[in-house]
């Protein structure tokens, strides 16, 4: 891997994108070489970048290039109504776990004024700040937002920020929510780098409660095994409260407690390469499989593997096909509204609550209306304006929805095949990167029936 340094040592200078100037000579044959360098992390539902070799285009008419810079520098993406093309994570997230938890400091508070913000290291101190009595690390964070923001008195994990990050870009201007993402940004990196958390050999040190259920795991059944493993996983959790890896998980910096449950507690449940459920292995990694518990956990790194090799194909076909499919759904450059009286009717539950900011519904006295989260709640049912019923041939904005604003493009079936399509392959690979651990949900058959018929009349208790 060649780092800043490296390429500093062989004499070449480091200048940001912004200053690079290339002019188009139909003669010059010879490529550029670019190294493009940046710390923040872009949302491309965790791709990863191995540092492979690829071409740059430079458009060269002044209209290409400002219609280049309107789609590509656009920070609201066109995967949802909320979420925005740069995301906090990794090192950034627990830096700012870290910096905004609640710490039992008995100092006597002092003023905090904004000018004496970076030379505070230590989050634990009680402060004033903005004449409110908090944490250092809180004071620190929130004068990162712009001075009209509400103060944030909580612990801010990778969802919250990001969630923050998104009022911003909605509520502000570029140039303010710019500034914004940039302190918090570079106040992650920092307080990560100050309290550097990791795993200890102290964590390995697993209470005997634990080691007591994992006897029960020999010869359990798959849903003993599975409610046996939740109740291990909650008292490992308790455990690790306030060291490194506790934070480093619960941050949303890591990939959630599965990794860890494997490492401390037990490998559980897999699937082999066809799919059917083994036995549960009771071993974790931290101590070491028998030669059987090692044979059948290959099984499922096997599983893994093959399903990369085999299912990946088939992940990248299915994106193709629905790009063929869907290139024809257009939304109309200008219909708002093709008046139809179909509608799809849901009853709600809180995910979806959550989802369908933008879109519109009929109210009872037959009206459109934008829908409102604070307006419904979990079991309401109701009219949903779709795609699905548009008496247009190019689809109209309110049965697409306020999402047509944010990627400003009216090829919504190229777009919908493309986030479909990259959806559909990280979940392959997620088989690969938990080594074929199978994911055990409970579902209550009956109460989802009754649940997702509009018609039954039962609202959720």
């Avoid at 909320?82 to 995301?87: E, R």
């Avoid at 989050?123 to 712009?146: E, H, M």
């Avoid at 699937?271 to 070491?288: H, M, Q, R, V, W």
Wanted: hydrophobic share 35%; net charge negative; proline share 3%.
């Amino acid at each position: 891997m060649v780092t800043k340094q490296d390429l500093i040592n062989k004499g070449l200078k480091l200048i940001p994108i912004s200053d690079i100037d290339i002019e188009f000579d139909p003669n010059e044959t010879e490529a550029y070489d670019l190294t493009v360098e940046n710390d923040y992390t872009f949302s491309t539902f965790d791709g990863v970048f191995v540092q492979d070799t690829m071409a740059i285009y430079h458009p060269i008419t002044n209209e290409s290039q400002e219609e280049i810079k309107d789609k590509m520098m656009n920070v609201k993406t066109a995967t949802s109504s909320y979420s925005v093309n740069y995301a906090i994570s990794k090192e950034m997230s627990v830096g700012l776990y870290v910096l905004t938890k609640d710490y039992s400091n008995t100092n006597s508070p002092f003023e905090l004024l904004d000018e004496n913000i970076d030379r505070i290291n230590d989050p634990s101190l009680n402060v004033i700040y903005k004449k409110r009595q908090t944490t250092a690390g809180k004071a620190i964070f929130n004068s990162c937002l712009p001075k009209d923001y509400e103060f944030v008195d909580k612990l801010v994990d990778k969802k919250v920020a990001n969630s923050i990050l998104y009022d911003l870009v909605e509520n502000y201007d570029e140039k303010t929510a710019m500034d914004a993402t940039s302190k918090i940004k570079d106040y992650g990196f920092k307080f990560s780098t100050i309290s550097s958390p990791t795993i200890t050999m102290d964590n390995i040190q697993i209470p005997n409660e634990i080691m007591e259920l994992k006897q029960k795991l020999e010869g359990a059944t798959t849903e003993e095994a599975a409610n046996l493993l939740d109740q291990m996983l909650e008292i490992l959790k308790e455990h690790l409260k306030n060291t490194g890896l506790y934070d480093l998980v619960d941050s949303g910096s890591s990939k959630g407690w599965n990794q860890p449950m494997q490492m401390l507690i037990a490998k559980g449940v897999i699937a082999d390469t066809e799919g059917n459920l083994l036995e549960p292995i009771k071993s974790s990694f931290s101590e070491g499989f028998s030669p059987t518990e090692y044979f059948q956990a290959s099984k499922g790194a096997r599983h893994g593997i093959i399903s990369r090799v085999h299912n990946t194909a088939d992940s990248g076909y299915l994106s193709r096909k629905l790009a063929y499919l869907l290139a024809h759904a257009e939304a109309h450059p200008t219909l708002k509204d093709c008046r139809t009286k179909n509608t799809l009717s849901i009853r709600l539950n809180n995910d979806l609550i959550k989802r369908l900011k933008g879109r519109y519904v009929i109210d009872k006295k037959g009206r459109v209306i934008p829908f409102k989260q604070e307006d419904y709640s979990d079991g309401d049912i109701i009219n949903l304006r779709s795609p699905i019923f548009c008496e247009s041939y190019k689809i109209c904005h309110t049965c697409y929805g306020e999402l047509l604003k944010r990627f400003k493009s009216p090829f919504v079936g190229i777009v919908a095949s493309q986030v479909i399509g990259e959806r559909s392959t990280q979940m392959i690979l997620q088989v690969f990167h938990l080594g074929g651990a199978a994911k055990i949900s409970k579902r209550d058959i009956l109460n989802d029936i009754i649940e997702n018929d509009p018609k039954s009349g039962l609202k959720k208790e």
